[in-house]
């Protein structure tokens, strides 16, 4: 399968329109949309940050302290140049997509900062599926799985899903003729949601990604009203 192109999903996170066979294929792909949302969520925290949040240079006292420790003759010759040189320098669109990367990946410590782009990322995408609507809901989304340091984690979005007055939405992970089911967690309607799948628990055994409809009636079991479902792939 033939994936978005990196700077073309960019570009659409800014807010910018897109090829027809972009956005064809968006609306089958799980993965190059479940990348579209996480550069629209990097790109929504750039645009909040606000001039007090931007990185300052250390003073040289740092510089000399690195230097004395690592047994250097100086300290680094090179300048430092604030975020505002640096667009000032550059187009607005190629500046706000350099930021957009690194605006959620700033971490400042002991007066040095490190600037974590994207391809530093520690989350390893493992399989992702498009959720299709059950019994006619009308409702569709994408699940996706990850790979990152803490162990694997389930991301589950479901656009519009309306508010429910006695009950709410349960994920389940479930074998693929559903007779097994385990409950991952609850979401809120409208709202992605990201889960820590439990230790132990084989995802290759458990492919099927269900949303069902839960009540507060003390049965911990499935509803067996799904909204959603999908199997993941690789």
């Known amino acids: ?18 090829s027809a066979d972009d956005e064809a294929h ?48 100086a300290a680094p010759s090179g300048t430092v140049t604030s975020i505002d040189q640096a667009r000032s320098r550059r187009g607005p669109r190629l500046w706000l997509v350099a930021a957009s990367a690194a605006a959620v990946g700033l971490i400042v410590g002991g007066g040095l900062v490190t600037a974590l782009g994207t391809s530093g990322s520690s989350e390893q995408l493992v399989a992702s599926t498009t959720l299709g609507p059950i019994d006619n809901s009308g409702f569709s989304g994408t699940a996706t799985m990850e790979q990152g340091g803490d162990g694997m984690s389930l991301t589950v979005d479901v656009p519009g899903l309306p508010a429910v007055t ?45 949303v069902s409809v839960e009540h507060f009636d003390g ?11 999908g199997q993941l792939t690789t």
């Open 26 to 73: 968006l609306s089958t792909c799980a993965r190059c949309q479940s990348r579209l949302d996480q550069l629209s969520a990097v790109v929504k925290s750039a645009r909040a940050v606000t001039p007090g949040d931007h990185p300052i240079a250390p003073p040289a006292s740092v510089w000399a302290g690195i230097s004395t420790e690592l047994g250097l003759d």
């Open 1 to 18: 399968m033939l994936h978005c192109d990196e700077e073309d999903l960019s570009l659409l996170a800014l807010g910018e329109s897109g």
């Open 219 to 229: 049965d911990a079991g499935h509803s067996v009203v799904s909204v959603v479902r």
């Open 166 to 210: 006695d009950g709410y939405y349960e994920v389940w992970m479930a074998t693929p003729d559903t007779a097994t089911m385990v409950a991952i967690g609850t979401m809120r309607p409208g709202q992605p949601a990201t889960f820590p799948l439990p230790a132990g628990l084989d995802p290759t055994s458990f492919p099927v990604v269900d």
